[in-house]
């Protein structure tokens, strides 16, 4: 074989070659556009649910408010005296109605996060003005049940810096839960310097605890405690998520150590100051 039929046949391969890599690039390009196609779909899709969520949420916030507005003015007697099964009935209805609102607001909460809508509002506050208002919101809840709600004096903890609503949502949702499941017992609200930029909330129950298996994905989105008690306190199974994604918005992480027929404690640990342009006047 000559060099002219060498090159000939090494000019063949390199066109076979060329036309198999144009064929591959063509594919790629087509697979490409295809993965975009599904992406804006699935854009679309997420924006939808958004939105319905959205929607729904304040169609159902309405007719939430007026019937806990009008079991406040039943229980206020105004309209006249209640015996004591009609104070336990619209309890119920209270109840009930408080159980659907706080759905709503996890469901709204979740749809502002998906559609990027949630904002943070940091502030300087005193962790004691905090526990003080947690305090006074679990009260009519506390003295209905057999278990102790105890807030820890913070002492010596400096001023936070971040969002005390997001924050206050966070213990809330902990505070709420642990009452939930500790039938009787205590919970324990408590605050502590972690390292020297960093606070940890701990919320301990001596309640029925948290199955192992269950621990690693409590966070997750729709997972609930499968247990007696579930049955009977109703959830969207999405407040424990909410807690996870409000925490890394400030800049922090939750967390969960739990045995089973002991309690369990749920902590979040933050910065003492929300990254962000402070004016010097306020620290």
Same mark, same amino acid.
């Given at each position: +074989? ?21 064929? @591959? ?10 993965? !975009? ?24 916030? @309405? ?6 507005? +009008? ?31 706080? +759905?709503?607001?996890?469901?709204? !909460? ?17 962790? +004691? ?15 209905? @049940? ?7 004096? =913070? ?6 810096? *971040? !969002? ?17 499941? *500790? ?21 301990? !129950?001596?309640?029925?605890?948290? =199955? ?10 729709? *997972? ?50 929300? =990254? ?8």
């Amino acid at each position: +074989m000559n060099d002219s039929d060498d090159i000939a046949r090494l000019r063949a391969e390199n066109e076979a070659l060329r036309a198999e890599l144009d064929e @591959t690039n063509q594919g790629v390009l087509a697979l490409y556009a295809e993965l !975009d196609n599904q992406a804006e779909q699935l854009r679309q899709a997420s924006e939808l649910k958004s939105r319905f969520l959205s929607y729904m949420s304040h169609e159902f916030r @309405t007719p939430l408010d007026s019937i806990l507005s +009008m079991t406040r003015l039943l229980v206020d007697e105004l309209d006249g005296p209640l015996n004591e099964e009609q104070h336990k009935q619209v309890g119920f209805v209270s109840g009930a109605a408080r159980e659907l609102s706080d +759905m709503v607001d996890d469901l709204l !909460d979740l749809a502002k996060i998906e559609a990027g809508r949630i904002t943070i509002s940091p502030a300087w506050f005193e962790l +004691m003005d905090l526990f003080a208002a947690l305090r006074g919101m679990f009260r009519p809840i506390v003295d209905s @049940t057999e278990a102790d709600l105890v807030f820890e004096e =913070p002492r010596g903890m400096p001023k936070l810096y *971040t !969002d005390d609503k997001k924050l206050a949502q966070i213990l809330r949702n902990f505070i709420s839960n642990a009452l939930k499941f *500790t039938p009787r017992g205590e919970v324990r609200v408590s605050a502590e310097l972690e390292a020297a930029d960093r606070v940890r909330f701990s919320v301990r !129950d001596t309640g029925i605890g948290i =199955p192992p298996d269950l621990q690693g994905i409590l966070f997750e989105d729709f *997972t609930q405690v499968d247990s007696p008690l579930q049955k009977r306190v109703r959830g969207t199974g999405l407040g424990l998520s909410l807690c996870r994604q409000f925490a890394h918005l400030l800049g922090g992480e939750v967390g969960v150590i739990s045995v089973p027929g002991e309690g369990s404690t749920f902590h979040v640990v933050l910065p003492l100051k929300l =990254p962000a342009e402070v004016p010097d006047g306020n620290a």
